[in-house]
């Protein structure tokens, strides 16, 4: 079993930062890769951001040059640095890892609960 706990969220003003972070716990041999997703009021679920564990980084459009993901291979935690938030940027956001599994060396998906971040004056 592996638990993704998320932590970070919450109000903040049009223009200000906040900082998410995701650690897991559990049955891990090694991450792939660690992913942010967000899905809005009545929108789907859409990818943020994602971080291989080589280092590389994508971002969605809507982010990038705001939004920074980073992580710590050591305490297998992602983060997610968000600049200049709008209000457009209000959503649940959700951690998502891809790794191995160490009891039988399979690939497998684990998802945090989500935590809301709502940018709003």
């Known amino acids: 079993q592996v638990q993704l706990v998320e932590s970070g969220g919450g109000l903040v003003q049009p223009g200000g930062s906040l900082r998410l972070s995701c650690a897991a716990s559990?049955?891990?041999?090694?991450?792939?890769?660690m992913n942010w997703y967000r899905q809005g009021p009545g929108k789907q679920r859409e990818l943020v951001a994602g971080?291989?564990?080589?280092?590389?980084?994508n971002y969605a459009d809507s982010v990038k040059g705001r939004f920074t993901i980073s992580r710590d291979n050591v305490k297998n935690t992602v983060y997610l640095q968000m600049n200049t938030l709008k209000p457009e940027d209000t959503a649940v956001y959700y951690c998502?890892?891809?790794?191995?599994?160490?009891?039988?060396?399979?690939?497998?998906?684990?998802w945090g609960q989500g935590t809301q971040v709502t940018v709003s004056s």
């Open positions: 971080i291989t564990s080589g280092g590389s980084t």
């Open positions: 998502n890892f891809n790794y191995v599994r160490n009891t039988d060396y399979l690939r497998a998906d684990a």
């Open positions: 559990g049955s891990i041999f090694s991450i792939y890769t």
